[in-house]
């Protein structure tokens, strides 16, 4: 999948036919998920080079919809999804974005833990992204199963940019709550219709992750992060050092995404931050400010184009 552009006018009309001046429950219909978006009936999710994307880049935005967290969803409607594409049209910090969307929840306690669109590169992404399921669950169990947006980058997508270029993905898993440590081999069998005798833990989830993309985690202080930010910090510190991003105002988001991809990419953090106006320049700056880039990041598309 991955064909087409997307574009400023098509997002308008969509956006003024479908989201602005809806409310969450109003763009957000779907009251069980969709068959279509159920990891157990995919067989592979691809992002494909084509005439329109030559060079596609895969990029995976794995939002968690429990509790509160449905206002991460209901942000990239609004103007996330248009502020991403149009930004990396306009920065070209990789070539050719295909994006995929997930729903992430809790695989001890709900009933659609993981929901995952297509890899799209125009208008049709808005329209599957509003078709998912904002079940709103999670449980008191001190944790998401982010592991499984990990899970099935690794073992259910297809991506061009690796098998031709040698090249990764990018992989946002966003939420404000510790990472459960992995998916059991029940869990696997429910969510994935995958027998793992043992089940995967979180490390080894997230390895099969990075094969084909580099993975960063956005906590989200509007929620649990904000009441005990230690507590998500050491979950997630040991897995992806120098890879978190603390989001202060989750209407920045795709700013922090675009940016992270810029500074992964060889650009200078303070010339990113300073790059966005008005609120989104802090945002950004504090979200990066302890970003790292590994060994021989950067350049990609300056190495791919000359």
């Known amino acids: 999948m991955g064909s087409g552009r997307w574009s400023r006018s098509a997002w308008d009309d969509y956006a003024s036919r479908n989201v602005h001046g809806r409310s969450r429950d109003q763009i957000f219909t779907a009251r069980r998920m969709d068959p279509e978006f159920d990891p157990a009936l995919i067989g592979v999710r691809e992002s494909r080079d084509s005439e329109d994307n030559p060079m596609s880049t895969p990029i995976i935005l794995a939002s968690d919809v429990t509790g509160s967290m449905g206002l991460i969803a209901h942000e990239l409607m609004n103007s996330g999804l248009n502020t991403l594409a149009t930004e990396i049209y306009e920065r070209r910090p ?5 994006v995929m969307v997930m729903a992430v929840g809790d695989a001890e ?7 995952v669109t297509q890899f799209e590169a125009d208008i049709r992404l808005a329209d599957q992204v509003r078709r998912l399921w904002l079940e709103g669950g ?4 001190g944790g998401e199963s982010y592991s499984a947006a990990h899970a099935f980058a690794g073992l259910r997508t297809d991506v061009d940019c ?7 993905g990018y992989l946002f898993t966003i939420g404000d709550e510790p990472i459960l440590d992995g998916m059991t081999r029940d869990q696997m ?8 005798e043992r089940g995967l833990s979180a490390r080894e989830c997230l390895a099969l992750a990075q094969r084909n993309f580099d993975v960063f985690h956005v906590v989200v202080m509007e929620g649990y992060a904000g009441h005990d ?12 050092p120098g890879r978190l991003l603390i989001l202060d105002d989750h209407r920045r988001l795709a700013e922090v995404v675009v940016s992270a991809i810029q500074v992964a990419e060889g650009a200078d953090l303070g010339s990113v931050a300073g790059s966005w106006s008005g609120p989104a320049s802090a945002v950004v700056a504090k979200a990066l400010q302890t970003m790292r880039r590994p060994p021989g990041a950067g350049g990609m598309l300056r190495r791919l184009l000359g």
């Open 94 to 98: 990789v070539p050719d974005p295909h």
């Open 109 to 115: 306690t709900d009933i659609a833990p993981l929901q």
């Open 138 to 141: 999670g449980g008191g169990n």
């Open 162 to 168: 690796m098998a031709r270029r040698g090249r990764r």
């Open 189 to 196: 069998i429910d969510v994935f219709g995958e027998d793992i």
């Open 229 to 240: 930010l230690g507590r998500v910090l050491r979950s997630w510190k040991p897995l992806l």
